[in-house]
Every structure is written in structure tokens, then in C-alpha cells.
């Protein structure tokens, strides 16, 4: 990316800003106290609590609730799950991307809102649309059934489902990028007697490859974390189709407090561990 | 190489782009494609390169028909108006890129890459730049290393779409002179866009006029200069003044010296230059009073308003070198006589 040259140095173009909102310091210090008790409150609390409650009984309770076998499945699956939909949905977010900043074609408005309704529908409705689609009632639930094809209340379900939930967070990280970069460096490498397959390697994803692992952080993140449109098509099989998020919920409700946030703690492990990646990659990519 | 396009045509939906083109560019000839914004001279250039294709019309190199061919086989250099640098690549691994990609066979090796780069990055003078990435360099040396990559494949034909123009006045001039060293030096057809007749006409050995996706002139930039085949060349090549016979008084015409009786023509385009001043003794019935005049550097412009009440009231300017000027010992307001040296006469 082409580095911006300030005439003005930034930093002291804050400082001056900071001066000129100086006189109203009651104002500052309270919003500051606002959003970081917020974020304390809500955030900071819940997260440590967490632990505590994993850790309450000790660390050997702890890991004898992480390697109960019904755990250790909901951890596969989760791998599972993640493992398969995170490369599907790389390689449709790049070509969905492609598509849509290189190519004109007509419904190209169209294809890029429908890539956002995952976030605009709510998952328990994603979820749903599968049960009403392979479902015992479904659409092609009889002919499923005749060939003895299991998808709701099975693995493949809620690999479906999380590929639905999932699919936007590598097409839209690559899109406005893309947009802003243009065509031009690959009609260079064309130009230069590159084939389009060596252009894509050599050239386009080397400019987009920090944008490209974040969106794919993004999408493992949710893959793995999600609840609501997994909980509507796993049907909550102990050991067989609970992921990580539906086995915190079944020993919560069985009042398993340690089992529960047990599980949850690989959760918010996973959760920093991505805050972490994210902030690593934000910095690279806008480099 | 020679470059021979038949009958190209290319609408963007109702758009017509270009229309019928037909031109010929032999070889080693350094080809201006020159017109306003949206006349098509880029897309044209980009149909020879093979980067956009034309809905009719062949495209020959070098008499072979490359029409069908795809941009990466055509064997072409191109280089862009942003440089369109490889950013994630040093300024060598840039040019080295074009030997990179060559099949296997055609491959060089390392040793004779590294040679061969270095010696196009000398010859754009920039080889003391070769581990830089292309964010640390100035836009001038960024389209130098774009065109040292484009030669690197050593291109049957070149080019370069309005190469200049992200660029500061002061360093497109020096390219402009560089390009012009360069060409001649490799002597590789090339053909580039611009959109400034002054760089058409000093950069190019020969001139391709466009608007409205067809070609108005073609020739060498004396030719579209001094004989101009139609108003829209005139008036895109130049300062002009015009002079509508329907608009403009005959009387006042005739007395500036403008009016030819025998002329079929109705619109007359005088140069600046081509009109000569000197102060008047008629008084009130000289033909203009002068009202301002500017310092073009070596030139003076003057700008004279017509001793006339009806017809156009639009300046005439007319253009002198500074002693002459001098010479003459003009203040606003003086009373002048014109005398019209030439002018070019359209329907």
C-alpha cells in the first residue's frame, strides 16, 4: 500500500485536538470512566469469572472435566467442524471477492448484499432453514431417509449450518480491499507474460494474504463459537453431535458448574488468543 | 515491429468507444495516441495489448494476427499511468518478474537474471535502488522501474498509457526528454497516451489525433500543427483564435485583414502567433485596442478587445517575443492595427 505522507505530524495534530477540548476535563474524565467501567463490568468481569468458577474445585477437577469422553468429543467436533468449513469458505470468500471487484456481470448488487444475510439473519432461523430443508419433514427429507442419509441431528448438519453462518467473514474482509487496489499490478503480470494461475500467487495473494488470515481468523472464530444455528440442527447428542458451545450449555443445565465453564474457558482461551492474532494482523495489513 | 490495426470497433452498452479504426504504425516509430478524456485512446491501447478486447477488427504485429491471443502471449510491454509496481516485491524481484515467469525452458539463469536486471536498472539509471520497495520511491522512479520491467521481456512492442501523467510538472519534463533518449536508443515500436498535445508533440515522432473513438489526424506533429485537417485538430493542437464569418462583422473582418472575398470557407483559425500587431495611427477606426497583456517566459501574449460594436465580442490574442514587444512601446488602451500572417480555413 502506498504509504500517506502527513505534512502535519499526527501526533501533534492529536495534541492540539486534546487542547481544544481541554476545558471541558469533567466531560472527558467521565466518559472515560463510563466506557472503562463498561467494559470492566461486562467484559472483564464475566471473562474472569470464567475461570474462577472452572478452577473452583481445583485444577485436578478442572482437567478431569475437560477429559471426560463426552468433552472430549464436543472438542473433536469442534475441530471437525472448524477444519472443514474454515478452507470452504477461504476458497468461496476469495473467489465470491474476485467476482465481484474484478468482474461485471449482472446481479453482481445482488450477490454482494446476499453474501452479508448470514449477519442480518438471526442463526436460530439459519439453523432452522436447514431442519426445514433436510429435516424429517423437509423438503428432501423423504429421499434423504430412503437413502439413508443422515444430515439433521448428524455431523453433517452443523457443518452446513456453521458454513452458512460463517461464509461472509472472508468475502467481506477482501472485498473493499480489493476494490481499492484495482486490477492494474495483475494486467502488469499478464502483461509480463504471467499465466492468470501464477498471477493470483504471485501477485494477488501477497497483497491481500494479511487481509485474507484475518478474515480467516474471524471466520474460525465464529465456526467454532457458534451456538444458536448449531443448537437448532445438532439435537444435542451427547458425545456425537454437541460442539464445545452446546456442551457448556447441557452441563449448565445439569448444574455441572466446573464441566461448564470448563469448556467455556477453551472458549474465552480461544477468544483471546484471536483478540490477540487480530490486533498482530490489523497492524500488518494496514501497513 | 510493426503494429496494423484493421477496422476496430468496441462499445461499452450504447457507448460507442471506437469506431472503424484503421492505422498503421511501422516499426521503431514512437507513436502518440493524443485526445480528450473519454475519445477512446486508452481503450485502443488497451486492445492492442490485448488487456480489453474489440467487439470487430483484427489486431497484426509484426504481421502476425494476434487478435485472438491472450495479453500474457502477445509479447507486448505495458506500463500504467500509477506504475502498477509490484508492492510486496523489491524493485529487482519487479523487473526480474517478467524472467521469473518464463517457461521453464525460456528460463534464465539466476546468474544471467541478476545480470540482465541490473543492466536495465542501469539503464533507467536507477540501479543503486535495486533493494527498495516501490512505496519508498518517488513517482518519477517508480515509472522508471515500470518501464525497465516492461522491457525486461524484451517486448516486440511498447505501451505506455498516459506514462506522465500522475506526475509533477518539473519531472514529466525530464522524463519526457528521457523517454524520447530511450526510444531512441532501443528504437522498439511504442505507442503512448496522453492527453497533452504539448507532450504529443514533443515526446512523438508521429501524431494519432482521436475524439469521439475515431481518428481526426495522423501525422507527424509539424504536420498536424501547420496543416490541420479539421477544426477539432486545430483547435485540440495549440492556442487558436476563431473567427466565425457568421458571427463576426464582415466590415471589421475585412479591415483586420481577416476576410478573404474568394474564401468558400466560413470559419477562419488564426494562431497567435500568426497574427502581427502595430500600433495604429487611424485612431477610431483602427481595427482593436489593446487591453492586457501577459509574460509567457519568452513570449508575450497580448490580449485585444475589437473597435466594434456588433459581431462577436470575444479577445483576440495574438503572441510576440518580448523585445519586439519592447520595440513597439504598447500601454493599455493603445489603438492597433492587425495584419493576419496565415490562417487555416474550415466549413
Redesign the interface.
Known sequence: MNAITHPINPDRLVARQQEALQDAGWVRWSLIVIAVGFIGLFICVPLALVFIQAFSKGVEAYWSALSQADTVAAIKLTLLVALVTVPLNTVFGVAAAWAITRFEFKGKSLLTTLIDLPFSVSPVISGLIFVLLFGAEGWFGEWLIAHDIKIIFAVPGIILATLFITFPFVARQLIPLMQEMGSQEEEAALSLGAGGWKTFWAVTIPNIKWALLYGVLLCNARAMGEFGAVSVVSGHIRGLTNTLPLNVEVNYNEYNVVGAFSSASILALLAIVTLILKTILEKKSSR | MSILLSDISKNFGAFAALNHINLEVPEGELVALLGPSGCGKTTLLRII???EHADKGRVIINGEDKTDQ????R????V?Q?Y?????MTVFENVA??LR??PRRERPTDYILSQKVHALLELVQLDFLHDRFP?QLSGGQRQRI?LA??L??EPSVLLLDEPFGALDASVRKDLRQWLRNLHHELNVTSIFVTHDQEEAMEVASQVVVLNHGHIEQLGSPSDIYDRPANAFVSRFIGQTNIFDLEEHDADWLQTAGILNPHQEAKVAHVRPHDIIIEKSTRGHTAPATLKDWQHLGALIRLELVKNSSNGSTAPVFAEMPNDQFKQLALNKGDKVDLKIRQAHWFH
Do not use: C, T
Open positions: 495489448a490485448g488487456l491472450n495479453v500474457s502471449e509479447g507486448i510491454g505495458f500504467f500509477h502498477a509496481l509490484f508492492r510486496h518478474f517478467g515467469v518464463k512505496d515500470a520491467r516492461a525486461a521481456v
